[in-house]
């Protein structure tokens, strides 16, 4: 095994790992409290990685999620907005919102860097004062590994086939939080 591939896992049990993974590489992890960068760069959110501030960790499947990621699912984390902190960009941050595919019929604001276009968090009515933040913007992939692993994957009903439950998380067939 390269040394690359086999990194993530053997480093990220007990220290930081941030390999370059965006045009910016100045994200950081302090005590308990780390960056969430988008791809360009333009966009860094600071969140803390632990309780009260850190609420929920969670892997979503529906649809909705599908296409707002262009990917097969998401992986969120929800941070009281009373502890999230604007490092820079909030300028270069564009929204969208919608409540026509929302499994719940709440509206989702979707916040996406005006430049490289990384989703970097989605407000939701249904949860005020809480800012649902992506796992994948997180600049310590150490912190995907611990603090941040999802607990719950709702949405399992529309995963798709080839995708398996992922391995110690409770698996909810749809929305988790009714
Ligand atoms: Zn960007
Ligand atoms: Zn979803």
């Known amino acids: 095994m390269t040394t690359s591939s086999s990194s993530v896992a053997e480093t990220t049990k007990s220290q930081s790992y941030f390999p370059l993974a965006g ?15 988008c791809f360009c760069g333009a966009v860094q959110l ?27 699912f998401a992986s969120n984390f929800t941070i009281d907005d ?8 909030d300028e270069n941050l564009s929204s969208y919102s919608q409540s026509k595919t929302i499994a719940t019929g709440n509206t989702m604001t979707n916040y996406f860097c005006s430049t490289c276009g990384s989703l970097m968090y989605r407000r939701g009515t249904g949860f005020p004062g809480m800012s649902i933040l992506r796992l994948g913007t997180v ?10 692993k999802p607990r719950i994957e709702q949405f399992v ?13 409770e698996q909810v067939e749809g929305y988790a939080y009714a």
Do not use: N, Q
């Not at 045009?23 to 960068?37: K, L, P, Q, V």
């Open 157 to 169: 009903k529309d995963r798709v086939c080839w995708v398996r439950d992922a391995e110690g998380i």
């Open 46 to 72: 600071s969140f803390p990685t632990k309780a009260p501030g850190l609420v929920d960790t969670f892997m979503c499947h529906c649809t909705d999620c599908r296409k707002i990621t262009a990917s097969m």
């Open 23 to 37: 045009a910016s590489h100045d994200g950081w992890t302090r005590g308990d409290r780390a960056t969430a960068t």
């Open 139 to 148: 600049d310590d992939f150490a912190l995907h590994e611990r603090e941040l």
């Open 82 to 89: 009373a502890y999230l902190t604007r490092e820079r960009g």
